[in-house]
């Protein structure tokens, strides 16, 4: 449905994205995902109509949304936008708030319309509150109803529970996430928490350094990064030096490990081995010895810094009813279903700034 194309835009002359390609299809809920700076909102507010495009094109179905040199006026997009501050009107009721994008509509019309709406945000009767009179939460599902008002195809939304209290946050977004499926809207969220990111998003697209490292379903960027820089940034993980065996297999320190896919180096190729805190296991055997360095008690598990015989460090995320004292020496094993190696000299892909 949405298809950004090879899209680049620029702040005085200075590209800060670069190149960004993905496709969003009918029903479908994206996420922008980076570190702060990294051009998320700038893409987005480029497919809301608000950012020009230097190279590329963005295209809703069949109609050219922006083009170099061209750039279809926001209210004509059919694209809605939800944004962090709620940006509310503060002096309008509720009801006035949601029929701000449909006011040619008749009166009883739109009576239907905002009851239908705060029904669908969970909000009944609240019509004539004004914003000030209602919580962050409740503030931000009215931007939501306000947003869906004209039926827009696309719904993007602006880092919108950043605001939010953290049990709220957590809540309120799988909320609009089941809304936004009964309903069958498609969105695009922008984020740089990457739970969230997670709970959310049918796909994520990781920006760092105005590129788009990986454009894959959650499972996948966390198992299946593309690259070192997907892999250190998403999840919790260690990377242990290995050589490569032969095409499926890679020797570390923690023994010779089977990968599940053919790695593409000749043998005695220098690598890394990304380990997950999940991927090690308390060995009942021959393991390898791995001294407490740190520990964060989590609840139902511990997550321990482990340091190896070598000096390397790995993370192991243990059932919390063993509790391992700092300095003790306890033995582990890996347990890989997806073995992720990169070589030593990979570089960053598509990286255009330093
Ligand atoms: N109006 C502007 N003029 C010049 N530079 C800008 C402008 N807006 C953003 N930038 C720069 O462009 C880069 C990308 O900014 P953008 O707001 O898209 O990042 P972001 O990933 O959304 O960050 P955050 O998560 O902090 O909001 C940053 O280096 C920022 O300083």
Redesign the pocket.
Known sequence: MLQVKNIQCQ??GEP?IDDISFHVNEGDICTLL?P???????ALRAIAGFQPIDQGEILLGETTLSKPGFSLDPELREVGMVFQDYALFPHLTVKQNICFGFRKTSRTEQNRIVSQLLELVRLNGVEDRYPHELSGGQQQRVALARALAPAPKLLLLDEPFSNLDAELRKSLSLEVRDILKDYGISAIL?T?DQEEAFAFSDQIGL?YHGALQQWDTPFNLYHEPANRLVAEFIGRGSFVPGTVTDHHSIQTELGDLLGNRAYPWPENSRVDVLLRPDDIVLSDFEGVEATVEKKVFNGGATLYTLALPTGSKVEALLPSHRDFPLGETIAIEADVEHLIAFHRDEELVNSHKS
């Open positions: 702040y005085d800060v980076g702060s700076g990294c051009g998320k909102t700038t922008v740089h920006l």
